[in-house]
């Protein structure tokens, strides 16, 4: 007989303002069934909108450039609850 792997509680996790589990299912539905068509008119959209920037950087490296941006936001908005 094989054990069945335990499945991991997810952590207490606090949203950001504004965000509740509604919300974030549309995103997830809307992102899941997006069209690859779709998904890259989104894109060439962010590219070419004002006040945004787009940064392209090895995925291996996400985890600490979101660590970073984190640290920044939390700095110039501190009463703020970001979360990773």
Known sequence: MSKQPKKKRPRNQVLPPGWDEQRIRRV?????????????AEDEAAFQAEGQTVMMFRPKWSPGF???????????????????
């Open 66 to 84: 979101a660590k970073c941006l984190l640290a920044v936001e939390r700095k110039s908005n501190p009463d703020r609850s970001i979360q990773p």
């Open 28 to 40: 997830l539905e809307h992102y899941e069934n997006q069209t690859e068509e779709e998904a890259v």
